[in-house]
């Protein structure tokens, strides 16, 4: 065989391999059917349209009311659950429709109205009966908000935290002798800056959550003055021999201690030495933490930074995917990355079984606005379904 012939066979067989390995390659998207008939999804939109149209005519004019009988009857909110959710959903993002709505329901109604003027009135008001009413607590401002604190000791009465203590400890540690050769090592100096990080931004990224990553009961890891004057008088611990089951007193080996500092003209009590104690714990167990903890949805949530385009904010094609991607991961985590919208409704659906039907909307939004080809602007149904939708699931996670 000449070498050009060989260099063909080599050629093959590396077309071959890399063809071989594309095609093993896992999709992105899972594939399923899509439903051809449109013309009833299109329908349910437009009926949905007029009807919008029919309440803003009413509240624009209510003398004029009604415009066209048999449109009044087909919109029968107590027959049509349809009519009822989308009103229902309308009103709910929309604080200033639901104020007019109300009023008007509640005028007395001219005795010349035809009764199913009145009736529609009637069931417009139930809806508006059934709607949970707002009951979120003013935001209070608290006074004085800006101003710099005078004192850093903690306030009498509130409890100190463990960082704050250590810090406060080590401090008073830098004054001594000990204090000053501890002051040469990078260590303690690399654990003195962390520890003020902690104390001047708690919610950075290396400390968030410790104490609940520990598995601690909040407030756990709080001390006052008293707790650390009683710390003063527990025993010291007594290791110069240990007694094992079945071996007896052991005795400790007699090794040369390192020339140190004189410990003896320390000024460090008792608590000072058990606050060193709890300190090296601590940074045993965070760095244990560190190594073995799994990213939570606080992590998933910072790594994904802010919404693309925030839900009340949705008005096109694009930005519906976007806007439902990011909820996707941000609600489920980064696994479901090569997830396709449905599986990613029904997990939804699993986790908050009452908003089941907002997720089948908006999965149903996302399929139109992804898979086919039409105007890239949301009608305003549409663009109010799928701001619903997605502002009531994003607060549901």
Not at 72 to 92: D, M, T
């Amino acid at each position: 065989m000449t070498k050009s012939n060989t260099r063909w066979v080599i050629a093959l067989s590396a077309l071959m391999g890399i063809l071989g390995t594309a095609q093993g390659q896992t999709r992105r998207y899972a594939r399923f059917k899509i439903d051809p008939d449109y013309e009833k999804v299109l329908a349910g939109r437009l009926e949905l349209a007029s009807f919008k149209d029919l309440v803003k005519r009413v509240l624009a004019d209510p003398s004029k009311l009604p415009v066209d009988m048999k449109q009044l009857e087909q919109f029968n909110l107590e027959k049509n659950e349809k009519f009822k959710q989308a009103l229902k959903n309308w009103v709910e993002d929309d604080p200033q429709l639901k104020q007019a709505l109300t009023d008007w329901a509640k005028q007395k109604a001219a005795d010349k109205q035809p009764d199913k003027v009145k009736k529609f009135r009637q069931d417009v008001n139930d809806v508006l009966k059934d709607l949970p009413k707002d009951e979120r607590p003013p935001e209070n401002v608290a006074p004085n908000v800006g101003r710099e604190l005078q004192d850093d000791a903690p306030d009498a009465g509130e409890p100190e935290s463990l960082a704050a203590m250590a810090e406060r400890a080590m401090k008073q540690l830098g004054d001594t002798k000990f204090g000053d050769w501890l002051g040469k090592s990078p260590a303690w100096n690399r654990a003195f800056s962390d520890l003020q990080t902690s104390v001047n931004n708690p919610g950075a990224t290396r400390w968030r959550d410790w104490q609940g990553r520990l598995s601690m009961p909040e407030g756990s890891w709080k001390f006052g003055q008293a707790a650390v004057d009683r710390l003063k008088d527990l025993p010291r611990p007594d290791v110069e021999s240990w007694r094992l089951p079945g071996l007896g007193s052991v005795s400790m080996p007699s090794v040369g201690a390192p020339v140190l500092p004189d410990l003896n003209r320390l000024s460090l009590g008792a608590g000072a030495s058990w606050i060193l104690f709890l300190l090296v714990l601590l940074f045993v167990g965070w760095h244990l933490m560190r190594w073995s903890r799994q990213p939570t949805a606080g992590d998933t949530r910072a790594l994904l930074g802010p919404w693309p385009v925030r839900p009340e904010a949705v008005a096109t094609r694009a930005e519906l995917i976007l806007a439902f991607d990011y909820l996707a991961l941000w609600s489920l985590g980064l696994a479901v990355k090569s997830w396709n919208h449905r599986a990613v409704a029904g997990r939804w659906r699993e986790q908050a079984p009452s908003l089941a039907a907002l997720a089948r909307v908006l999965e149903s939004l996302y399929e139109e606005a992804r898979y086919t080809e039409g105007i890239e602007a949301l009608s305003e149904v549409e663009r109010e379904e799928a701001r619903h939708s997605l502002r009531k699931l994003a607060e549901a996670f």
